[in-house]
């Protein structure tokens, strides 16, 4: 799954730490998540759209092959 959690991140201004400490995951869940090794939960889904304060759409494409 593609995702533009790395921009929304900088958009925030806070740092992986931060972000993962927000929705109480690892600093290395988030990384993986923006590098896209890792496709999280729907439920860490919801909870980095809600960080946010937008759809999960707005974070998550899906991989269109």
Known sequence: M???LNVWRAKADVTQE????A????RQTINAIERGRYDP?????FALA???ECPI?????????
């Open 2 to 4: 593609n995702n533009d």
């Open 18 to 21: 931060e972000l993962a400490d």
């Open 23 to 26: 929705v109480e995951v690892s």
């Open 41 to 45: 939960s729907l439920e860490l889904a």
């Open 50 to 52: 809600d960080f946010f």
């Open 57 to 65: 759409e707005d974070i998550f494409h899906p991989n269109t092959e």
